[in-house]
């Protein structure tokens, strides 16, 4: 199976991304849940540590307690978005982080369209 490119990228520093993939396919992802994918080694626990997830998707709190005395969260935006070679790309948070690089491939694995959902095995 060929690696999957798009053939478009929309950015928007405060919605997220919409991508157009050459195959036809179109995959929209919102702030909250790529931050929540971001695939880097600490927010995966790939270093042996546990993932340092933390939940910005709407209406999710991954079974944490609410936190009674929060009385503000920033709004999550991106900062910057950068090409890493041809493969990928990097985003900067404006939670501080950067560190993460979303291939392609892992883009598209993620992808959460309804025909994907109903074909990824549960």
Not at 27 to 51: F, K, M, N, V, W
Not at 62 to 77: E, R, S, V
Not at 85 to 92: F, N, V
Request: with cysteine; glycine share 10%; hydrophobic share 30%.
């Amino acid at each position: 199976m060929n690696a999957p490119e798009p053939e478009h990228i929309a950015i928007s520093k405060s919605k997220g991304l919409k991508i157009d993939w050459k195959d036809g396919h179109h995959s929209d992802y919102e702030l909250g849940y790529l931050r929540d994918e971001c695939p880097c080694a600490t927010c995966t626990g790939a270093h042996g540590t546990a993932p340092q997830k933390t939940s910005y998707a709407a209406g999710d709190s991954k079974g944490k307690p609410a936190d009674p005395f929060k009385m503000f969260t920033p709004t999550l935006k991106m900062l910057n978005v950068e090409p890493v070679g041809g493969y990928a790309i990097r985003i900067d948070w404006s939670d501080g982080h950067g560190s993460g690089i979303y291939s392609f491939d892992y883009l598209r694995s993620i992808c959460s369209c309804t025909a994907c959902r109903t074909a990824q095995p549960a």
